[in-house]
T-cell receptor, first 116, second 110 residues
Framework: DTGVSQNPRHKITKRGQNVTFRCDPISEHNRLYWYRQTLGQGPEFLTYFQNEAQLEKSRLLSDRFSAERPKGSFSTLEIQRTEQGDSAMYLC??????????????FGSGTQLSVL | GEDVEQSLFLSVREGDSSVINCTYTDSSSTYLYWYKQEPGAGLQLLTYIFSNMDMKQDQRLTVLLNKKDKHLSLRIADTQTGDSAIYFCAESTNTDKLIFGTGTRLQVFP
C-alpha cells in the first residue's frame, strides 16, 4: 500500500503562470478530494470526485481552478493565471466511499505552492 | 452553517494527559474525526467516533462525544514529545465531505 501520492511536493511560480498538480489515490478508493490549507488554518474543502464524476465544488474554487479525474484513478488540479493569494498547501485525500468505515479520508503529503 | 471550533494552543508536560476540545454545529454529522498533522506533512487519521456513541478508546486515545452540546474531546494519556503536532477535529456532512476545525497546536515539554 503506497498511500496517497502527490506531485510535486513544492512548486514555486510567478504570478500569472499556470500550474498543475497531480494526485494518485489509494488504488481501490473511489472517492478523491482536494483541500487547500493556509498557514494556521485547517484544510478547506475545494472539490471531490466519485470515480470520474465531479460531484461537488466549493465556492472557493474560482473559474481559474479546474480539477479532473478522467479515468477515475489519478486526478489533476490546475490553477490558471496564479495570484499571490493562491499560495497554500494543496492536499489530496481519498476514501472508499460513503458510509461507515468507507468514509475515512486518507491524505497525501500535499503540494506546497508559492506564488511570487 | 457548518463551523468547527477549537482552541489554538495546548501545552503539557511529558507524561501528563492532554485534552483537546472541539465544538461543531452540524447536528446531522454521522462521524466525527481526529487528525494529526506534523510540520510539513499531510494529515494522519488518529481515530473517529460514530455519532450515536458517547466514548471510544483506542490505546492512549480516548474520544468523548456530547451530542447534545455538540462537543467533542480527544484525551491523550501519558503524552510524549512525539505527540507534539497540530490536532484537527472534523465533522462529516450530509454532502460527504469533511469540515475541519482550525487546529490545536499541542506542545509537549520535558
Amino acid at each position: 500500500d503506497t498511500g496517497v501520492s502527490q506531485n510535486p511536493r513544492h512548486k514555486i511560480t510567478k504570478r500569472g503562470q499556470n500550474v498543475t498538480f497531480r494526485c494518485d489515490p489509494i488504488s481501490e478508493h473511489n472517492r478523491l478530494y482536494w483541500y487547500r490549507q493556509t498557514l494556521g488554518q485547517g484544510p478547506e474543502f475545494l472539490t471531490y470526485f466519485q470515480n470520474e464524476a465531479q460531484l461537488e465544488k466549493s465556492r472557493l474554487l474560482s473559474d481559474r481552478f479546474s480539477a479532473e479525474r478522467p479515468k477515475g484513478s489519478f486526478s489533476t488540479l490546475e490553477i490558471q493565471r496564479t495570484e499571490q493569494g493562491d499560495s497554500a498547501m494543496y492536499l489530496c485525500a481519498s476514501s472508499l466511499g460513503s458510509g461507515g468505515d468507507s468514509e475515512k479520508l486518507f491524505f497525501g503529503s500535499g503540494t506546497q505552492l508559492s506564488v511570487l | 452553517g457548518e463551523d468547527v471550533e477549537q482552541s489554538l494552543f495546548l501545552s503539557v508536560r511529558e507524561g501528563d494527559s492532554s485534552v483537546i476540545n472541539c465544538t461543531y454545529t452540524d447536528s446531522s454529522s454521522t462521524y466525527l474525526y481526529w487528525y494529526k498533522q506534523e510540520p510539513g506533512a499531510g494529515l494522519q487519521l488518529l481515530t473517529y467516533i460514530f455519532s450515536n456513541m458517547d466514548m471510544k478508546q483506542d490505546q492512549r486515545l480516548t474520544v468523548l462525544l456530547n451530542k447534545k452540546d455538540k462537543h467533542l474531546s480527544l484525551r491523550i494519556a501519558d503524552t510524549q514529545t512525539g505527540d507534539s503536532a497540530i490536532y484537527f477535529c472534523a465533522e462529516s456532512t450530509n454532502t460527504d465531505k469533511l469540515i475541519f476545525g482550525t487546529g490545536t497546536r499541542l506542545q509537549v515539554f520535558p
